[in-house]
């Protein structure tokens, strides 16, 4: 028995042996049999059609439909062939799926076949596979990141068409990673004596120092090696890297301003070279490198004096020397004026820049005329006297069809106006003002009224342009015209009664100008006495009776295009007349109770108050109705500019413009912006704790605002509309004033920060205190604005929370120059006695291309030292 059981085992082993044995002989026919299956399949299947088939084929669809169905059985059979690992058409259908891409269709399952098409030592793959990484792949996806061994190899690589292959990809798609790890290649790449290698390497380096500035300090010996090369190729891509770098990093712009005297040589050489058919461009020598030359020119002597001047003569002898018949041309006269007019040159190249532009205007391309308008508008201010010789020249753009010269052409003119050509350019742009597109109406009006506020030659041309501007803008003008025309006509006593008269001449020939029909309803209401007496001596008198001053404002107020604003002041004129005519009451009465029971709520409530005057003694009615005070300019200045605050609830401000009294009086009941007291001498009362919901109080700080006072208040005894553009803009206050409020040299300092950046208007805080432990602190604000126009009627206004007392002291002035070329100043002076964390609610104001702007910010990034 045990015999046969180990014969059994015997015989078991030597089976499982051999059915191994067998195993292993069939394993290879398996294999063949798999491949010679797949190799029938490939047979069976069609080769993939070609790309050119596909862009027929997809441009021969009629409907979107048709296309995305073809496109999506592409992208099948594409999917198809990677998924078995076809290597024979990989490069084929990677290339039809990055046409798809093109196309706006998704391609991310390609991504992989580009890495292994980057993979093939074959350049045709290589090429394609490049093409794809850029186009599939970018720094957001890791995938990428599995491309940079290949990207290292191919640096490295013999052929200089696979280095040119990896430097383009890696410039497209470099990460931080990828940067810092293929840095030092690029590098040894510039140093290489192939010019071809070398500009690619240039342009890839300029890529990796934006991706990683840290990495700039390696590129710089290479970088100023290049400008030693003969390659107006190498040349090229050497000035952008150069160029990149310096606009990086100030240390680097001051090491290359070093290098200013080998750019001009360049430059020269370029200028005066002969004839090279391999660099001319239409008989320019490589405008290409002299536009970008002057660029980094541009920025090497920008605040550089001494740079300055090694550059003026080459400026001067490109100005000259450039053909202006061609547009090659034009463009490196462009780039040779902005580089004038950015570095500090002398003021003979300015004008001579300026002379350029003025030619350009007289070019038959818009572009050119466009550009030339542009660049006029930001240098006026530097050359002001230069680019009025070609004040003529922009007035006859304001004629051209196209919009975008009109709009430049009619900025550049507001920005030309001053006092000795006001009437003639005025009278040019009244015109333009008729014909104008109804796009433009609101900012021409806007801006016309403010030139002739700064720069009228006397009252009555003042009021008449005015009057014309709202003849010729129509609905167009802006809320704020209606309130300051009146606030003009108000303070000009002298010519009441004839700018009625105008206005009822204008309101007769035409009533759908609401704003024109708002003004005289106003006019009629205060002077209409005037107006029936006939009392004008400017012209011919008015003959008027009180029933036609009547007639006329019922027609306004039963008209049909009339708003409800329009018919309000309407009514309103109406019921003031009833103190000043006395023969016309029962009429009156009757034009009043018009609207007892109209619709609008507003019009409502005025008729029936109205009504309800006449029950009153007349007396009462009298003074309630009594012409309207004449507010003196200083107080809506006051209101209108920088000043100081009181403590006041919720986020109304109370500003001033004498900021030396110690305090003021506040009507706690009031929420209007001119409701003070009278009473400078009486002490400010403490406001009652109210109940505030959460969220209503934009400048309130976690409760409670303190808005401190110092200034005395603004008597006011009636009510108008206020203009929301500064009337006195440009008035600024006593330098002395300033001096006087500096604080004495045994003062501690602490880092400036900045308290606001927005839409080019910047305000920075520097800190002074007289002792580290005082609760005192000085604070000099310092706004500036990089915008192209300047901003007017600029007011800045602060809130602290209440166990604070902030003082504003006045401004250095209420306007910001463009393009940084000038500051307001304004010291703000804070008592923390508590030692609390120093919190500020900003709110500004500023007029821009006549738009009045506010803005409100909240700065919370008080160095802590300030009250520890």
């Known amino acids: 028995m045990q015999r046969f059981q180990k014969w059994s085992t015997l015989f078991a082993e030597a089976e499982t042996m051999d059915r191994s044995y067998m195993a292993d002989e069939l394993r290879p026919a398996r294999r063949r049999d798999r491949f010679m299956a797949r190799v029938k399949l490939r047979k069976r299947m069609p080769a993939p059609k070609r790309l050119r088939d596909l862009i027929r084929e997809i441009r021969a669809a009629r409907t979107a439909a048709d296309e995305r169905a073809v496109v999506q059985k592409e992208c099948a059979d594409i999917r198809n062939m990677f998924r078995e690992e076809d290597a024979t058409y990989r490069c084929r259908n990677l290339?039809?799926?990055?046409?798809?891409?093109?196309?706006?269709?998704?391609?991310?399952?390609?991504?992989?076949?580009?890495?292994?098409?980057?993979?093939?030592?074959?350049?045709?793959?290589?090429?394609?596979?490049?093409?794809?990484?850029?186009?599939?792949?970018?720094e957001r996806?890791?995938?990428?990141?599995?491309?940079?061994?290949?990207?290292?190899?191919?640096?490295?690589?013999?052929?200089?068409?696979?280095?040119?292959l990896a430097l383009c990809t890696l410039g497209e798609i470099c990460s931080t990673e990828m940067s810092r790890d293929l840095a030092g290649e690029i590098e040894k790449l510039l140093k290489t004596s192939n010019a071809y290698i070398k500009k690619k390497a240039a342009l890839c380096a300029v890529r990796i120092i934006r991706k990683v500035p840290d990495l700039m300090e390696m590129f710089i010996p290479a970088a100023r090696s290049l400008l030693n090369e003969k390659n107006h190729g190498v040349l090229l891509t050497a000035v952008c890297l150069i160029l990149e770098m310096c606009e990086l990093s100030p240390d680097t712009l001051n090491h290359f301003r070093k290098m200013v005297p080998q750019l001009v040589r360049i430059l020269k050489n370029l200028i005066m070279a002969g004839y090279s058919p391999e660099h001319d461009v239409c008989g320019v020598s490589d405008p290409f490198l002299q536009v970008k030359i002057l660029r980094l020119l541009r920025v090497l002597g920008r605040h550089d004096p001494e740079a300055s001047e090694a550059m003026n003569d080459i400026l001067a002898q490109v100005a000259t020397n450039t053909e202006t018949s061609k547009n090659v041309g034009n463009a490196i006269l462009y780039e040779t004026c902005l580089t004038i007019m950015d570095i500090q040159s002398e003021s003979g190249l300015r004008v001579l820049a300026v002379n350029i532009l003025g030619r350009f205007l007289l070019n038959n391309d818009k572009n050119i005329r466009y550009v030339a308008l542009n660049t006029l508008l930001k240098v006026v201010q530097a050359d002001y006297n230069a680019v009025q010789r070609h004040r003529s020249t922009i007035v006859e753009c304001l004629k051209d069809p196209d919009v975008s010269l009109k709009k430049r052409s009619m900025e550049l003119c507001f920005a030309l106006i001053n006092v000795n050509n006001i009437r003639s350019l005025v009278k040019e742009l009244l015109t333009f003002l008729d014909k104008c597109d109804p796009e433009f109406k609101a900012d021409c009006s806007s801006n016309l009224v403010l030139a002739a506020e700064r720069h009228s030659p006397n009252k009555r041309w003042h009021i008449d342009t005015v009057l014309k501007v709202l003849v010729s803008a129509g609905n167009y003008c802006r809320d704020d015209l209606v309130s300051t025309t009146i606030q003009l006509i108000q303070e000009t006593t002298s010519l009441h009664v004839y700018t009625t008269q105008c206005l009822v001449r204008a309101v007769r020939l035409d009533t759908v100008q609401q704003p024109l029909v708002q003004v005289c309803c106003w006019c009629i209401g205060e002077y209409g006495d005037q107006l029936v007496a006939g009392t004008c001596s400017e012209e011919e008198p008015l003959e008027l009776s009180e029933d036609d001053v009547l007639d006329m404002l019922e027609k306004i107020i039963i008209s049909s295009v009339s708003s409800a604003v329009t018919k309000?002041?309407?009514?309103?004129?109406?019921?003031?007349?009833?103190?000043?005519?006395?023969?016309?009451?029962?009429?009156?009465?009757?034009?009043?109770?018009?609207?007892?029971?109209?619709?609008?709520?507003?019009?409502?409530?005025?008729?029936?108050?109205?009504?309800?005057?006449?029950?009153?003694?007349?007396?009462?009615?009298?003074?309630?109705?009594?012409?309207?005070?004449?507010?003196?300019?200083?107080?809506?200045?006051?209101?209108?500019?920088?000043?100081?605050?009181t403590a006041v609830e919720e986020d109304d401000f109370v500003v001033k413009d004498e900021p030396r009294v110690d305090s003021v009086t506040k009507n706690a009941e009031s929420q209007s912006i001119l409701d003070l007291l009278s009473s400078p001498s009486a002490p400010p009362p403490k406001p009652e704790p109210t109940s505030k919901s959460a969220g209503s109080d934009l400048l309130d700080l976690l409760g409670d605002v303190d808005l401190s006072a110092g200034a005395a208040p603004l008597p006011v005894t009636g009510i108008m509309p206020m203009p929301a553009t500064n009337l006195l803009d440009g008035v600024t206050a006593p330098p002395t004033q300033v001096l006087n409020s500096q604080p004495s040299n045994n003062v501690t300092s602490f880092p400036a920060v900045t308290a606001f950046e927005k839409s080019g208007l910047k305000i920075v805080f520097a800190f002074e205190k007289p002792d580290p432990q005082s609760p005192q602190l000085t604070i000099t604000l310092t706004a500036t604005n990089s915008n192209m126009a300047q901003l007017d009627s600029f007011v800045f206004q602060a809130a602290v929370p209440k166990s604070f007392h902030l003082q504003l002291m006045s401004p250095s002035g209420a306007l910001l120059p463009p393009n940084n070329s000038g500051c307001v100043t304004q010291l703000i002076k804070i008592d923390n006695p508590q030692k609390q964390p120093l919190r500020m609610r900003l709110r500004l104001n500023y007029t821009m291309n006549g738009t009045p702007v506010t803005e409100q910010a909240e700065v919370n990034n008080f160095p802590a030292q300030l009250w520890q």
């Open 95 to 138: 290339a039809k799926l990055l046409y798809i891409h093109m196309l706006g269709y998704p391609a991310h399952f390609g991504q992989l076949e580009c890495l292994k098409l980057v993979a093939s030592p074959r350049f045709t793959d290589k090429r394609i596979g490049y093409l794809g990484a850029m186009l599939l792949l970018d």
């Open 568 to 645: 309000g002041y309407a009514l309103t004129a109406v019921v003031k007349l009833s103190t000043r005519f006395h023969n016309t009451i029962p009429r009156i009465r009757k034009l009043l109770s018009i609207f007892g029971c109209h619709t609008d709520i507003e019009l409502q409530q005025r008729s029936v108050e109205y009504s309800s005057m006449f029950k009153m003694p007349d007396s009462i009615r009298t003074g309630l109705l009594e012409p309207m005070p004449l507010l003196e300019k200083t107080n809506i200045d006051a209101a209108m500019t920088n000043g100081d605050s």
């Open 141 to 164: 996806q890791d995938v990428h990141l599995l491309v940079t061994n290949s990207l290292k190899n191919d640096l490295n690589h013999q052929t200089q068409y696979v280095v040119s």
